[in-house]
């Protein structure tokens, strides 16, 4: 389940069927406020802007979307938090974490070349 749009997305979080808040980076912050305040619980994202988010939806923008728990939101978290560490404004809320882009090396970065 996935939702766009101000006044859908919040009535997802008052139903408690937003898991993931996905808040567009050039979208408004009064809003990005709101629904935070009102998902609490919930892990929220801002990574994608608002033309990004709404290409998933058929629309030209999407500055906010609710997305319900279940394997869509788990893969969203993956691959928003990779992301997040290129994109120096991403901000990641909740149990999310910036995810390193590529594995660490398993020497601890110490390599020699012979």
């Known amino acids: 389940m996935a939702v766009a749009g101000f006044e859908r997305v919040s009535e997802a979080v008052r139903r408690g069927d937003a898991a993931l808040l996905l808040l567009a980076l050039d979208g ?5 406020r709101r629904l935070t305040a009102l998902a609490r619980g919930a892990d929220s994202a801002s990574v994608l802007d608002a033309a990004e988010q709404g290409a998933a939806f058929g629309h030209d ?32 809320t909740g149990g999310l974490k910036f995810a390193p882009a590529r594995p660490e090396p398993e020497d601890g970065g110490t390599r020699t070349h012979e």
């Open 28 to 32: 408004a912050e009064a809003g990005r």
């Open 61 to 92: 923008r999407a500055v906010f979307v609710a997305v319900g728990s279940g394997p869509l939101s788990s893969r969203l978290l993956l691959d928003l938090g990779r992301l997040a560490g290129f994109r120096s404004a991403a901000v990641l």
